[in-house]
């Protein structure tokens, strides 16, 4: 495997990190999470003028045809910044989706307004029960005519706040827990019968608990074929998984950088406490455990798109392990280390540590994982 990034991958790299830089410091991102949205959409007019919102949509339909490894380039940036615009929702799983399972009508109509940043996206999938079971699905969908009513609740949708239209999964056949018998559904979010509650999350990004009641929608709203949703999921919630772990690994090179110059600058006992033989080998682990986190993240970005299900998910699974393992190892040696600021609301520190913890929890902690890829062998 080949872990160098191609020229343009490079460019890319230099675009984004620039305009975290320029655009997204701590002190700015307090004020865009203070404000009515949560997240900035000029900022995301900015990721749609760079062609950032584009990257993983194909050019037909008005992206860059980018590749996941393309995206995790991405990912990294903003994990470094602590980006909490709906990124991964929109562009990783909602268009992700359709890119995947949508018909031409469908991709044709919304693609393009994703890729210029004027449409937002959320997959609506998970339930009050489901857990981190993707099977598990108790939300109807009655046959009405040529329509069908949706019947059901949606727990936890990331982005489901700012999101213009709804992929939701529900039941056409089957019991709450068969793979078979789940379809996927497009939904406004003004759909009578649409009850959207918002709310934030430990980490400053959003989501939302939806409630259809008898939400109408018509056969042109179907994505994918009927009853053959699961697979199309099982997919785009791995490729999200990836994202994650790369976006994971930008966070937990921030935090390190951060605490090395607490080490560097805090003093104790007239001297630096980074000159204490304890605090390296702290701090050494937390490097060790970073590079064992990107070599795995990029392993995941590598088959996320890998055509065999089953090695696809293998990888994915090894890597959100690994990034479960690391995120927690850094994430407390680092507030160990700084002592009480290290948890404060006014220093980046915990705000990291925040976030690793809610990507470890997004889609399956470590232990899920762990027991997923021993299943799998």
């Not at 990034?323 to 280390?337: C, D, F, T």
Request: hydrophobic share 45%.
């Amino acid at each position: 495997m080949d872990f160098t990034l191609s020229e343009t991958q490079r460019m890319l790299a230099e675009t984004t990190d620039r305009l975290m830089r320029e655009r997204y410091g701590f002190e700015e991102r307090k004020k865009i999470l203070a404000g009515p949205d949560g997240f900035s959409r000029a900022l995301w007019a900015t990721f749609a003028e760079l062609g950032v919102t584009g990257l993983g949509i194909d050019e037909e339909y008005g992206g860059l045809n980018g590749t996941m490894g393309d995206l995790a380039v991405v990912a990294e940036a903003f994990g470094r910044a602590l980006v909490v615009e709906p990124y991964m929702p929109t562009i990783v799983l909602g268009a992700g989706t359709l890119s995947l399972a949508g018909s031409d009508a469908q991709r044709t109509e919304l693609l393009p307004q994703v890729a210029a940043g004027d449409l937002f996206l959320a997959l609506a999938h998970g339930e009050p029960k489901s857990r981190y079971t993707l099977c598990h699905v108790d939300t109807r969908a009655e046959p009405d005519g040529a329509d069908h009513l949706l019947t059901g609740a949606k727990a936890v949708v990331l982005g489901g706040d700012a999101a213009d239209q709804f992929l939701v999964s529900a039941r056409t056949a089957g019991t709450a827990t068969d793979p078979h018998g789940i379809s996927l559904f497009l939904v406004p979010k003004n759909a009578p019968g649409l009850t959207i509650r918002a709310y934030p999350n430990i980490d400053g990004t959003r989501a939302a608990d939806l409630r259809l009641d008898r939400v109408r929608v018509p056969a042109s709203a179907r994505i994918g074929e009927p009853g053959q949703a699961l697979p199309i999921v099982a997919h785009a919630v791995d490729r999200a998984i990836a994202y994650l772990c790369a976006e994971a690994v930008g966070a937990m090179q921030a935090l390190n950088a951060l605490t090395l110059d607490y080490l560097k600058t805090r003093t104790q006992f007239g001297v630096p406490i980074g000159s204490f033989q304890v605090l390296q080998h702290r701090m050494v682990d937390m490097e060790v455990a970073l590079e064992q986190a990107r070599s795995m993240a990029i392993l995941a970005a590598d088959r996320a798109d890998d055509p065999h299900p089953h090695e696809r998910s293998r990888a994915v699974s090894a890597a959100k392990v690994q990034i479960g393992r690391s995120g927690r190892l850094i994430g407390q040696s680092a507030v160990q280390m700084h002592g009480g600021i290290g948890i404060t609301e006014e220093y980046a520190g915990g705000h990291y540590f925040k976030r690793l913890t809610l990507i470890d929890r997004t889609f399956g902690d470590a232990d899920h994982h762990l027991a997923r890829f021993a299943a799998a062998n």
